[in-house]
């Protein structure tokens, strides 16, 4: 158990749905991370959060919509989603301010797309 | 080609066995981190190093700076070790390895 709550585990869509990834943590962390894990890739960052503030998209579709209400919490809304976004979303926090990262993950979201 | 790679890809053992992975990248880093994902998706930070050596009970990480490259070993390896052990490095954004699969064997 790290810390970090990922809701849902699982999760299957069709490509008009909405849905949205839920992240939270109560470790005292002010950045938050969205990673996204394909099968045989690498693990992709998509998003990072500092301080609630967006300091990273990286070039990642729009329709992916991340969300970060306060610095516990991190969503990722989800609208017109294609089969090749079926993956593990993976949520992550860190303390960023004293020159630390090391990050702690949640137990992802398994993402399918029908 | 990624900037950061892996290898072995794929590594079984025998309880009790040394295991060595190792990662080599190609960018600028201020850090190195080791991270352990289970069956599953659990993903767990086992390292951050930027020079030198850390360790963890059973686990050991080395980096050279000059030579772009790190080892985690595993002394003693047990079954519960048995996991997917993924690089990263942080520069001006994060790179990660595609991991090391180990399996040991009891």
């Known amino acids: 158990e790290t810390g970090v709550t990922q809701t849902p585990r699982h999760l299957v869509m069709g490509m008009t749905n909405k849905k949205s990834l839920k992240c939270e943590q109560h470790?005292?962390?002010?950045?938050m991370y969205w990673y996204k894990q394909s099968a045989k890739k690498p693990l992709e960052l998509m998003f990072v959060?500092?301080?609630?503030?967006?300091?990273e998209n990286n070039s990642v579709p729009s329709r992916f919509s991340p969300e970060c209400p306060n610095s516990s919490h991190l969503f990722l809304h989800l609208h017109t989603l294609q089969p090749e976004d079926s993956a593990l979303y993976l949520c992550?926090?860190?303390?960023?301010?004293?020159?630390?990262?090391?990050?702690?993950f949640g137990a992802g979201t398994r993402l399918s797309v029908l | 080609k990624n900037e950061v790679e892996q290898s072995p890809q794929n590594l079984t053992a025998q309880e009790g066995e040394f295991i060595t992975i190792n990662c080599s990248y190609s960018v600028g880093i201020s850090a190195l981190h080791w991270l352990q994902q289970h069956p599953g998706g659990g993903i767990v930070s086992l390292f951050m190093l930027s020079s030198g050596k850390k360790k963890h009970g059973r686990l050991i990480a080395t980096i050279n700076i000059q030579e772009k490259h790190s080892s985690l070993h595993i002394t003693a390896s047990h079954p519960r070790d048995s996991a997917v052990y993924i690089c990263?490095?942080?520069?001006?954004?994060?790179?990660f390895g595609t991991g090391t699969s180990l399996t040991v064997i009891p």
């Open positions: 992550a926090s860190s303390r960023q301010d004293r020159g630390q990262n090391i990050q702690y």
């Open positions: 959060y500092n301080f609630k503030e967006q300091t």
């Open positions: 990263a490095v942080t520069g001006n954004q994060f790179y």
């Open positions: 470790l005292g962390h002010n950045a």
